[in-house]
């Protein structure tokens, strides 16, 4: 610009910046831009299992699915990798921002939570604000029952097999051995030829038969689900 300035010309706002147009004599007109330069924040979430921090049974932390609000409006979506994480773009930083699941991954509920973003203006530091969030989650959780008779075809009878016992381990452990506390147990059937679990991590087990009356042919391996 000329250094005679003779007078402003106009002044406006464009997204937060201020721009001022001036008319030098000669007639030639400047522009001087003001930034005015507003903090935004991202925000990086991490999910973990809720009773042992870590993956249960078969499920998984990876692929389930959030959103970042602002008031009731879906903002962005998100989706959960490897390690149950992922990270946001940056946005205007204010009051009303949320994180809320959308879908959960399996082996786990839906979580209901609302989480309130700490993102209000004046209690962040810096321009670019990097926060993060651990959420706690949910697993699914179940019982083995399991009914075992003995049958005499050739008498034509059957009868409750009491005191027969069982093995269960999750499948993709490849042994009871190898299979951790929480997905394993020993059934041994009472009364009535039953016998229940002790609560089990969502997957797919093995029950195989330990134990049973003589002269009567043991379960071989089985698979069942959980849930």
């Excluded at 930034?35 to 924040?41: C, I, P, T, V």
């Excluded at 940056?90 to 209901?112: C, F, K, M, N, Q």
Aim: aromatic share 8%; glycine share 12%.
């Amino acid at each position: 610009l000329h250094p005679r300035v003779r007078r402003q010309r106009q002044m406006c706002i464009r997204d937060r910046d201020i721009v001022v147009g001036v008319e030098a004599v000669g007639g030639m007109t400047g522009y001087l831009t003001l930034k005015a330069n507003r903090k935004e924040f991202r925000i990086s979430v991490t999910k973990e299992d809720g009773i042992t921090g870590t993956v249960q049974g078969d499920g998984t932390l990876a692929g389930a699915v959030y959103g970042l609000y602002h008031g009731d409006t879906l903002i962005e979506t998100c989706t959960t990798d490897a390690n149950g994480q992922f990270t946001t773009g940056y946005y205007e930083a204010g009051d009303g921002w949320t994180i809320r699941e959308i879908a959960p991954s399996p082996g786990y509920l839906l979580d209901t939570t609302v989480y309130l973003v700490p993102a209000v203006t004046d209690q962040l530091p810096s321009i670019k604000n990097d926060l993060t969030l651990t959420v706690k989650e949910t697993p699914i959780l179940g019982r083995l029952s399991i009914s075992k008779l003995a049958v005499n075809s050739t008498a034509g009878t059957e009868a409750p097999e009491v005191g027969a016992s069982f093995e269960v381990f999750l499948k993709s452990a490849g042994s009871y051995d190898a299979a951790a506390e929480a997905e394993r147990d020993i059934l041994t059937c009472g009364e009535g030829g039953t016998a229940l679990s002790k609560m089990l991590p969502y997957g797919v087990y093995i029950v195989r038969q330990l134990s049973g009356w003589e002269g009567y042919t043991p379960v071989s391996y089985t698979h069942l689900t959980l849930p």
